[in-house]
């Protein structure tokens, strides 16, 4: 019964390093999310992918690249780290809408808490 | 790309209704209405959802107008354990299959004893 599996859930990065988010969902969604959340703020979308091969921007994209070649994963890769990217990020996973504009109920893993220094 | 308005914060006293409000003015017609659930240190859950009118669950209802430009979750008799973060959350879903979701800010709810 694991759902949305991030990992890892605390990681500690200095400017300028790389670094690779890893996300796996085990209930073949066909929609996956990264969104980004900082401290009392709302959740800002980085990326979404609707299937494996297809990703698209979101709100944020910058500083971020993502790739999907399977349903199940969804990495989100930061390239060179900065202090602006000090945050909590959240993986989600959603099924496919049977209809336009139908659900989008989304599933959330716990998170990952990056600080950038 | 619908946005979403909501009161910052709230307070309540244990076994009172709560009802927040969120304004999402420029609603497309085929977009649904979804509320989320945030603790500290965890990711959102799913609370409730609509299209029009009334919906009800085990948890919630969710009242939305007919010109839908705004919609209200009812949460039953407040407990302690309801103090959370609450997103409202609309999205669109074009014909060629491209998803954009927004969340706002949230509305802080503070139950207290």
């Known amino acids: 019964n694991a759902g949305v599996t991030q990992t890892p859930k605390f990681r500690i990065l200095k400017i300028g390093q790389s670094m690779t988010l890893q996300c796996t969902q085990d209930?073949?969604?066909?929609?996956m999310y990264w969104y980004r959340q900082d401290p009392g703020m709302g959740l800002k979308l980085i990326y979404y992918?609707?299937?494996?091969?297809?990703?698209d921007k979101g709100e944020v994209p910058n500083g971020y690249n993502v790739s999907r070649s399977t349903t199940e994963d969804f990495p989100l890769r930061l390239e060179l780290a900065a202090p602006s990217q000090t945050s909590v990020y959240f993986c989600?996973?959603?099924?496919?809408?049977?209809?336009?504009?139908?659900?989008?109920?989304?599933?959330f893993g716990a998170g990952t808490r990056l600080s950038v220094l | 790309l619908a946005k979403t308005t909501q009161p910052i914060s709230m307070d309540s006293y244990e076994g009172q209704e709560v009802n927040i409000t969120c304004s999402h003015n420029?609603?497309?017609?085929?977009?649904?209405i979804t509320w989320y659930q945030q603790f500290p240190s965890q990711g959102p859950r799913f609370i409730i959802q609509?299209?029009?009118t009334k919906v009800t669950n085990e948890v919630a209802s969710l009242f939305i107008p007919a010109d839908r430009k705004s919609s209200t979750l009812s949460l039953p008799r407040v407990s302690l354990s309801d103090t959370a973060v609450y997103y409202c959350?609309?999205?669109?879903?074009?014909?060629?299959?491209?998803?954009?979701?927004?969340f706002g800010k949230g509305t802080k709810l503070s139950v207290i004893p």
């Open positions: 420029n609603i497309a017609t085929n977009d649904y």
């Open positions: 609509g299209y029009k």
């Open positions: 989600a996973s959603s099924p496919i809408p049977t209809r336009a504009g139908a659900k989008n109920i989304q599933y």
């Open positions: 209930m073949n969604h066909n929609y």
């Open positions: 959350l609309v999205g669109v879903l074009s014909g060629a299959g491209s998803y954009q979701l927004t």
């Open positions: 992918s609707v299937g494996a091969g297809i990703t």
